[in-house]
T-cell receptor
Framework: GAVVSQHPSWVICKSGTSVKIECRSL??????MFWYRQFPKQSLMLMAT?????????EQGVEKDKFLINHASLTLSTLTVTSAHPEDSSFYIC??????????????FGAGSRLTVL | GENVEQHPSTLSVQEGDSAVIKCTYS??????FPWYKQELGKRPQLIID?????GEKKDQRIAVTLNKTAKHFSLHITETQPEDSAVYFC?????????????FGTGTRLTVIP
């Protein structure tokens, strides 16, 4: 149980275009979703926290207008990298938190999305 | 916000030896401390966690200790095996609502030499 699906797993785009990454909780309702960014050989940096139906809370230094986060339902959150540039190339990972099958809170990571901006 | 520091950044041990990774945190309100194992390009996998009301927790070859006063916690892996080779991250969180916004340490690349 507590499966999180993230798509796409790998995407290449041209500079200036926008890319959308989806994070879905498959077998539980994710009241909160988190988005992380990870550069090669570095740690996961929390970008933002989103609660279903409300605006995301961004960490300091993360541009809200560049990284648009939508959490419209209890099973889906999306991250849109707008006007992507090569420096946005990174590994983006979501995690979802909510009540699992037993009622206990679960926190599960998606498999990550590798974005390469040319 | 929370600041989590992790040492060492790399660690090599002979198969069968023990490995210890240490982390410190800055926010005394943090009360949940998970450890994750991440293989290259894959999602972090939770291997063990500890809450602030517990000082030590063990699961087979893996144990975690927490010193709240000093604000540090450690991961201990005994009888290491080659498949333990990976990057390990500690994290800290204030999980009042059950939703865990984790702040990660910088990671430790563990290599177990056969």
């Amino acid at each position: 149980g507590a499966v999180v699906s993230q798509h796409p797993s790998w995407v290449i785009c041209k500079s200036g275009t926008s890319v959308k990454i989806e994070c879905r909780s498959l077998d539980f309702q994710a009241t909160t979703m988190f988005w992380y960014r990870q550069f090669p050989k570095q740690s996961l940096m929390l970008m933002a926290t989103s609660n279903e139906g409300s605006k995301a809370t961004y960490e300091q230094g993360v541009e809200k207008d560049k990284f648009l986060i939508n959490h419209a339902s209890l099973t889906l959150s999306t991250l849109t990298v707008t006007s992507a540039h090569p420096e946005d190339s990174s590994f983006y990972i979501c995690s979802a938190s909510g009540a699992g099958a037993t009622g206990a809170n679960v926190l599960t990571f998606g498999a990550g999305s590798r974005l390469t901006v040319l | 916000g929370e600041n989590v520091e992790q040492h060492p950044s790399t660690l090599s041990v002979q198969e069968g030896d023990s490995a210890v990774i240490k982390c410190t945190y800055s926010d005394s309100a943090s009360n949940y401390f998970p450890w994750y194992k991440q293989e290259l390009g894959k999602r972090p996998q939770l291997i063990i966690d500890i809450r602030s009301n517990v000082g030590e927790k063990k699961d087979q070859r893996i144990a975690v200790t927490l010193n709240k006063t000093a604000k540090h916690f450690s991961l201990h892996i005994t009888e290491t095996q080659p498949e333990d080779s990976a990057v390990y991250f500690c994290a800290a969180s204030k999980s009042r609502t059950g939703a865990n916004n984790l702040f990660f340490g910088t990671g430790t690349r563990l290599t177990v030499i056969p």
